[in-house]
């Protein structure tokens, strides 16, 4: 994220996908390739706010 001191809606909403997605791929439940989708995902959202 860009460190600035505005703090929006929609940057609270990444950061609430992003902890449902870390958390679906901690599921042991979770098939191989689900756990590709999720982890590409993931990948995808971080590099979107800038955490990459």
């Not at 929609?10 to 982890?39: C, F, N, S, W």
């Amino acid at each position: 994220m860009k460190p600035t001191g505005d703090y929006t809606c929609a940057e609270y909403r990444q950061e609430m996908i992003l902890l449902g997605l870390k958390r679906q791929l901690a599921d042991p439940m979770l098939t191989e390739p689900q756990r590709v989708h999720v982890a590409d995902k993931i990948r995808e959202l971080e590099r979107q706010m800038g955490m990459d």
